[in-house]
């Protein structure tokens, strides 16, 4: 991640403890403040970074095995037309989780306030879709769980977005079109708190280079189904894309930082 990059997530960090306290139930009795719980680097953690690991877990494409590994500083995710998940009208190569060690991962539980700071690089490669193309989940551990967040690549109207929705909430956080963050590094910074019915809240902002591409937040939503919220990143898409905009391609992440509002 380039000097300027790091300079803006960092003054967004600084500045975003007292829009975050607004995602707070009640003022706390010590002035809450963001602590980083979770730093990773492809070169030092690569996969052990996370939870769990969702490479091809159909085995329908060994010969493009790994599809997600470890490159230099960032970690690749790739994708081609002929993947197929276990679900056979879809595709996907995800991670999941905020690993810590060997046996232990970060959960997040209702009534707490998490945030996720990263970097990613979207090829021209990578279109939205007229379906469901997600890039970030969070969701409950599990089969057959319903997605809490997603951060996906629509097409609406003919036109490349990205956006962010909360499906369980019915709601669409923002939106924002994609042709500008194409082949380039888009910082990506997210924060929840894990509330059941309106105890939820949500921001989610986009950089690139030093312009705010987006900035959302909503308040008073559902983020939490039951037990915990897990953060998912990848490409999960649909095959029933109408626009002729599915290709091999792959996504880059960089820079992966958790931290929690105490």
Do not use: C
Request: glycine share 10%; charged share 20%; proline share 4%.
């Amino acid at each position: 991640m380039s000097t300027s990059r790091r300079a803006v997530l960092g003054a967004a960090l600084g500045g975003a403890a007292g829009a975050a306290a607004g995602l707070s139930a009640a003022t706390p009795a010590h002035a809450a403040s963001w602590q980083q719980k979770w730093a990773p680097t492809a070169t030092g953690d690569g996969l052990g970074a996370f939870e769990t690991v969702e490479d091809d877990r159909a085995d329908s494409h060994p010969a493009g095995h790994p599809h997600i590994y470890a490159t230099g500083n960032n970690w690749r995710f790739t994708m081609h037309t002929v993947d197929r998940d276990t679900s056979t009208d879809r595709q996907r190569q995800e991670v999941t989780g905020l690993r810590t060690g060997s046996s232990s991962y970060l959960k997040w539980t209702q009534g707490q306030t998490w945030r996720i700071t990263y970097s990613m690089y979207i090829p021209s490669s990578l279109k939205a879709t007229t379906t469901f193309t997600h890039i970030m989940q969070m969701k409950q551990p599990g089969n057959g769980t319903s997605p809490i967040v997603v951060q996906s690549l629509r097409r609406v109207n003919g036109v490349q977005t990205i956006e962010l929705n909360l499906p369980i909430a019915g709601v669409l956080v923002g939106r924002t079109d994609l042709d500008p963050l194409h082949d380039r590094w888009t910082d990506v910074d997210f924060q929840i708190k894990v509330g059941n019915g309106t105890a939820g809240s949500v921001r989610w902002i986009l950089k690139s280079g030093s312009t705010t591409v987006i900035d959302e937040s909503r308040t008073g939503v559902d983020t939490l189904l039951a037990d915990r919220v897990r953060p998912k990143w990848g490409i999960y898409r649909s095959l029933g894309d109408t626009s002729g905009s599915l290709q091999d391609t792959y996504l880059l992440l960089t820079d992966l930082r958790g931290y929690q509002l105490v």
